[in-house]
């Protein structure tokens, strides 16, 4: 469906009124509100002092303290996500006694500002009216042959993901002999690498349900566009495209996404550079570009230690092919003090990035096996609605709080060190694709310790962390805490009667009262 859409969406607005009317599908990606098991897409609203419950019954009012002012800062619920960047807000915590139906679907409204300037300059009206219409906003174009064949393409592509992700699955399956928990069963499943520069064949047809589906499919988007008579204004006008180009051109200031893209940022470009070498300045610089060099390496590295154990075209699908060097960028933090960079890692098609795709594969079926963790929102509402199905116990009290740069600061020895445990524990359950634990070992030790990126017209090599941008850096990054959390809740403390995790977000529910709760959470820094 993204696929399509990101043909589709930006066309004309009559064209999108249709669709949307015709195919509720298009809520699944507009995604406004939310989306919740058994609830229409919804707005919510909030006021200081009310919680609103808003499912297809109706808004139900749910009290909560006058003094909770935790809505502002957290983030959407839609991302599965709900962090607190540092430490527990005391204005968070709540005694009473919430239902967990309510608890679980709780959103609160946040008003999204589409655009910052933290430039000094004054701006002229049509700038300010072009960088209001924010990150998710895109000119309409006329429909035409072209932009037909665009779509017509888009949708297969989509048909022939879907026809090989079911062979796939069903080849599994088969090899799985009808038991999916013995998967030592199932050692070399199907281990179809698919990147941009190495070709495959047809996808087989598909379950012939699922190839009636997307006939339908096709036939109903393009006959929308077959049909469709373009008579709505453009949604831009001449002086949005001037202004666009006049401000592309402009090489003093750069516009860049807010982090968790809630608005568009305009920057002076030497403040840019500025804040986002703040990362750099712990790496190691490079004299030259290490992009060949590492393509040499990561392919030597394959054919010693997966040679014989893959299937030769696996082999060479994995093996780096004229790569580019990982970019390094920042996305400003609007949304806190002095307005901080993230710093993201554009790895795709780096020397390690094939690479990474089979470690990643290895690895993330770990995941089941860390209790705390949260693969997304529906999975922490379940947890909710399983233990708590009625309301909380008396005097609980909800919490949140997140690991201060997780990525960055996690040492990756010991990443690795808990890593190869974990599998040497369910090694049985994990499929290795014929590999042995030493050499996931010796993957995982290339993939981390050839971290190398670009800023500008530099080169650095990253030593410390793993970079946000990295296939394996949120598996491992949750194996790891996994490990540190073993310990701090095997601790003969009082500890929370429910903890879940998602990623570096952690949310609890704690019953020893407020003071406790302090001391808590100031010796979690101890682990």
């Known amino acids: 469906k993204h696929t399509i859409f990101a043909s589709i969406f930006a066309i004309d607005d009559k064209l999108i009124g249709k669709m949307m009317q015709q195919d509720e599908c298009v809520n699944d990606v507009t995604n406004e509100g939310g989306m919740y098991p058994g609830s229409s897409v919804l707005k919510i609203e909030a006021s200081s002092d009310v919680w609103y419950d ?14 909770y002012d935790a809505i502002d800062d957290m983030d959407t619920i839609s991302d599965g996500r709900m962090s607190r960047d540092g430490q527990v807000d005391r204005n968070a915590h709540t005694q009473d006694q919430v239902s967990g139906q309510a608890l ?27 960088l209001e219409k924010g990150p998710t906003f895109a000119f309409s174009q006329r429909i035409n042959s072209h932009t037909i064949q665009n779509v017509e393409v888009g949708l297969e592509r989509v048909a022939f993901a879907i026809r090989w992700q079911e062979e796939i699955e069903q080849q599994n399956k088969n090899k799985l002999h009808g038991n999916p928990s013995n998967v030592a069963q199932a050692q070399n499943t199907t281990l179809r690498p698919r990147f941009s520069d190495t070709g495959t064949k047809q996808a087989p047809q598909a379950h012939p349900v699922t190839e009636h589906a997307l006939k339908k499919l096709k036939q109903k988007v393009m006959g929308l566009f077959s049909h469709h008579k373009s008579v709505s204004k453009p949604n831009h006008t001449k002086d949005d495209i001037s202004t666009l180009t006049d401000m592309r051109d402009d090489d003093n200031s750069v516009v860049k996404r807010s982090d968790k893209c809630k608005g ?20 190691q610089p490079v004299d030259k570009n290490p992009t060949k060099k590492l393509d040499d390496l990561t392919s030597d590295l394959i054919t010693e230690t997966l040679g014989g154990k893959l299937p030769d075209k696996v082999l060479h699908a994995l093996k780096p092919n004229e790569s580019r060097t990982a970019e390094l960028y920042g996305l400003p933090k609007t949304h806190k003090l002095d307005i901080p960079m993230r710093p993201i890692v554009s ?16 690895i993330t079926q770990l995941l089941i096996f860390v209790p705390a963790h949260l693969s997304n929102t ?6 909710l609605k399983t233990r708590f199905p009625s309301v909380l116990p008396a005097g609980a009290i909800v919490f949140t709080v997140d690991v201060n740069n997780l990525y960055g600061n996690i040492p990756t020895a010991e990443a690795i060190e808990a890593t190869i445990a974990m599998l040497r524990t369910h090694s049985s359950k994990v499929d290795l694709y014929g590999l042995t634990i030493p050499d996931v070992k010796k993957l995982l ?12 017209t530099k080169y650095y090599k990253q030593t410390k962390g793993i970079a946000m941008g990295s296939r394996i850096a949120p598996p491992l990054a949750i194996l790891f805490m996994n490990a540190v959390e073993t310990r701090m809740l095997a601790a003969d403390t009082p500890q929370p009667i429910l903890y879940l995790r998602y990623i570096d977000d ?18 979690l820094t101890i682990f």
Not at 265 to 283: F, G, H, I, P, R
Not at 445 to 456: A, I, K, S
Not at 506 to 523: A, C, N, V
Request: charged share 25%; aromatic share 10%.
């Open 54 to 67: 808003a499912t297809d019954d109706g808004m139900q009012g749910v009290t909560a303290p006058n003094d």
């Open 104 to 130: 679980a679907t709780l959103a609160p409204a946040a008003t999204v500002q589409k655009f910052t300037n933290l430039t000094t300059r004054t701006l002229s009206p049509r700038e300010i009216n072009l």
């Open 347 to 362: 790895a795709c098609g780096d020397p390690i990035d094939k690479l990474s795709w089979l470690v990643e594969r290895i």
């Open 445 to 456: 030790e290339h993939c981390l310790d050839n971290n190398y990126v670009r800023f500008g």
């Open 378 to 383: 529906y999975d922490y509402l379940e947890h």
């Open 264 to 283: 568009l940022v305009l920057m002076d470009k030497s403040e840019y550079v500025k804040k986002t070498a703040t990362t750099v300045k712990d790496y």
């Open 506 to 523: 952690i949310f609890g529910i704690w019953t020893h009262g407020s003071q406790r709760l302090d001391e808590y959470i100031s010796s």
